[in-house]
């Protein structure tokens, strides 16, 4: 009995391995598809508000041509602001379709990611990616330029009727001591209609809020959740809601940039040129010339914000036309200058500044100037009068 038992148990594994080691026939080849053709209904697309809901670009490609039932043609529509090769661009995926339609609202959402001012146009980047459903087979359109402007939408936060901000709280230098006595270290300063931004010594540990106006409790720029992980270096912020700002986990100067139209905030390390409690111009430029000390008032600027400083005229000329900023009226340990390797290399209307830097050239017109400082962004800018 076993040994018939192992005869049919012999039988089975032969059979088996005759079964598993049969050749199939050839898996069928499927011939590859062609890049599809892109094309757009505009090549300038200006959208009002009034276009929100209407439909104000159309793009169009043609069927790569794939060995499948076309309705499960994947194709990915990207969009990025020109000459950026796609590093950054919006994406999204259509199945099966060959058009995608923008309505006002979704084009306008798309350039206002990217950073683009209101009402002013920028070159775009459009292209469209095709495959099959599992990504084999990847062609890559043409690209199609258009050129695009965002109009202007409401902010997500109320902007400040005051139109200024100030910080307060233990975490700031200024405590929480609210005086209507402005101290101009305490102010932001306003980059653009929609965006603040300050320079503040942060101790960790500490909270602030924001107010906007100095002295009055009655108002706030706060954050739903002081706990939330990360929201120490940025996150949401609204108008007159419940937690305080957490200072970051590390006490130094920082950066805090206030944007109403998205309602976020960031607080970054500030690495610009330190700030000094007061500042001063001296140069062959100006009517004091080398001398140091330089004239004061007249050739000192007035602090505007945490960030700021400015004089409101100056008589600059060009004959003699190198100038400094100084820290310390008198003193020649420490100085801003031009960022360029050598004296007079910058930009005499506005150009970026450093401590240390080179000295700057003055306008090449002779003339009463504004002068304003900005530390924030270590830059300046003459205007003149």
């Not at 209307?349 to 003339?367: N, W």
Request: with cysteine; proline share 5%.
């Amino acid at each position: 009995m076993k040994y018939l038992s192992k005869i049919v148990l012999s039988v089975l594994l032969i059979s088996t391995l005759v079964v598993a080691c049969k050749k199939e026939g050839a898996l069928p080849n499927y011939a590859t598809g062609n890049a599809p053709t892109l094309s757009s209904s505009k090549a300038t697309v200006a959208a009002t508000p009034s276009d929100s809901d209407n439909v104000v670009l159309t793009l169009d490609w043609t069927s790569p041509a794939y060995a499948n039932d076309s309705t499960t043609t994947k194709y990915v529509v990207e969009i990025d602001s020109t000459g950026r090769n796609f590093a950054k661009a919006m994406s999204m995926t259509v199945t099966g379709a060959r058009k995608k339609a923008f309505t006002g609202r979704q084009l306008n959402s798309i350039l206002l990611g990217f950073g683009f001012n209101f009402n002013v146009s920028y070159g775009v980047d459009i292209r469209v990616t095709s495959s099959y459903a599992n990504n084999n087979d990847i062609k890559v359109s043409n690209t199609v330029k258009i050129n695009a402007a965002p109009y202007k939408v409401p902010p997500k936060v109320a902007l400040p009727t005051s139109n200024r901000l100030f910080i307060v709280g233990g975490a700031s230098t200024f405590g929480w001591t609210n005086s209507s006595t402005i101290d101009a270290g305490e102010e932001f300063s306003r980059l653009n209609e929609t965006t603040w931004v300050g320079v503040f010594y942060l101790s960790s540990g500490g909270e602030y809020l924001i107010l906007p106006v100095k002295g009055d409790w009655n108002h706030k720029y706060a954050i739903k959740n002081k706990f939330l992980a990360g929201v120490s270096d940025g996150g949401d912020f609204d108008y007159d809601i419940n937690d305080n700002f957490p200072a970051p986990a590390n006490t130094g100067w920082y950066k805090i940039t206030m944007d109403f139209q998205k309602g976020k905030f960031v607080v970054e390390p500030f690495t610009g040129p330190q700030l000094p409690t007061d500042l001063f111009v001296v140069g062959g430029a100006t009517p004091g010339g080398w001398n140091n000390p330089v004239p004061a008032p007249s050739q000192q600027f007035t602090r505007l914000n945490s960030c700021e400083f400015e004089i409101a005229s100056l008589a600059l000329n060009q004959a003699n036309g190198m100038y400094l900023l100084l820290p310390v009226n008198g003193s020649w340990a420490s100085k801003y200058g031009g960022v360029g390797s050598g004296n007079g290399s910058n930009e005499p209307l506005g150009d970026l500044f450093k401590e240390g830097g080179s000295d700057l050239k003055a306008p090449d017109v002779a003339g009463n100037y504004k002068i304003n400082i900005n530390f924030a962004s270590a830059k300046y800018k003459l205007t003149k009068l």
